[in-house]
C-alpha cells in the first residue's frame, strides 16, 4: 500500500500568514491522484482539493495545492482564524486508498 | 442538496456486532459509491470499506477483511456497514462518504461526508 507522510506533523502561526503542508508518497500516485482534507474537532473532514490542484465549488482561492509523482504540497495563502485545524491528504491512485497521519495547524 | 445522515451512537460488548447506516439525500446511490472511514480516538483517518451500488462491487481494508460488511438498500437510498466481532480498538466515530469515481472508473476522493457515528466497545 502507498504509505503518506505529512509534515510537519504541526505548524504553529498566526492569522494573517501563509502556510505550507507537505505530504510525501511511498511509491508514485497515479495521475496525481491525491485529495486534501480540512478537519476541525467534533465535524466530519471538508475536500479542500482533489486531483492533486483541483477545488471544488465553495472553497476559497487561499486554498492551492500543487504536485506530482511522489510530492505534493497544500498551501493556505493567508490565514484565517477558521482554517486553524488539521489537514489530511489521502491517494486514491491505487487501492487501497490511504491517508495521511494529518497536520495540525494551530494558533501561534 | 446533498446530505449524508448517519445513525446515532452505539455501545457494544467485545465480540458483538453494530450496524451503521448512512442515508443519502439529493443524489442517488447508484449514481455513485460510499466509502466508510473510520477515526479512533485523537487519531487519523482509516479508509475501511466502499460500495459501488450500482453493481454492487464492494472493497475492504485488508486488515479488517472478513469483519466487516457493506450493503445497500437502493429503495430507501441507504447505506449499512456491519462490524462483527468488535473489539476495543474498534471504538472510533465512523463516517461514510460519497465517493467520487476517477478517470479510470475507480474508487476515488470524497466529497460530502455524513456527520460520523460514535461505536464505543466496552466490557
Known amino acids: 500500500e502507498i504509505v503518506l507522510t505529512q509534515s510537519p506533523g504541526t505548524l504553529s502561526l498566526s492569522p494573517g500568514e501563509r502556510a505550507t503542508l507537505s505530504c510525501r508518497a511511498s511509491?508514485?500516485?497515479?495521475?496525481?491522484?491525491l485529495a486534501w482534507y480540512q478537519q476541525k474537532p467534533g465535524q466530519a473532514p471538508r475536500l479542500l482539493i482533489y486531483?492533486?490542484?483541483s477545488r471544488p465549488t465553495g472553497i476559497p482561492d487561499r486554498f492551492s495545492g500543487i504536485g506530482s509523482g511522489t510530492d505534493f504540497t497544500l498551501t493556505i495563502s493567508r490565514l484565517e482564524p477558521e482554517d486553524f485545524a488539521v489537514y489530511y491528504c489521502?491517494?486514491?491512485?491505487?487501492?487501497?486508498?490511504?491517508f495521511g497521519q494529518g497536520t495540525k495547524v494551530e494558533v501561534k | 442538496q446533498v446530505h449524508l445522515l448517519q445513525s446515532g451512537a452505539e455501545v457494544r460488548r467485545p465480540g458483538a456486532s453494530v450496524k451503521v447506516s448512512c442515508k443519502a439525500s439529493?443524489?442517488?446511490?447508484?449514481?455513485?459509491?460510499i466509502t466508510w472511514v473510520r477515526q479512533a480516538p485523537g487519531q487519523g483517518l482509516q479508509w475501511m470499506a466502499w460500495?459501488?451500488?450500482?453493481?454492487?462491487?464492494?472493497e475492504y481494508a485488508e486488515s479488517l477483511q472478513g469483519r466487516v460488511t457493506v450493503t445497500t438498500d437502493t429503495f430507501s437510498n441507504t447505506v449499512y456497514m456491519e462490524v462483527r466481532s468488535l473489539r476495543s480498538d474498534d471504538t472510533a466515530v465512523y463516517f461514510c462518504?460519497?465517493?467520487?469515481?476517477?478517470?479510470?472508473?475507480?474508487?476515488?476522493?470524497?466529497?460530502?461526508w455524513g456527520q460520523g457515528t460514535l461505536v464505543t466497545v466496552s466490557s
Open positions: 489521502q491517494q486514491y491512485g491505487r487501492s487501497p486508498r490511504t
Open positions: 439529493g443524489f442517488s446511490l447508484t449514481s455513485y459509491g
Open positions: 486531483g492533486a490542484s
Open positions: 462518504a460519497r465517493d467520487i469515481l476517477n478517470d479510470y472508473g475507480d474508487p476515488g476522493h470524497f466529497d460530502y
Open positions: 460500495i459501488n451500488s450500482y453493481n454492487g462491487n464492494t
Open positions: 511509491q508514485s500516485v497515479r495521475n496525481g491522484y
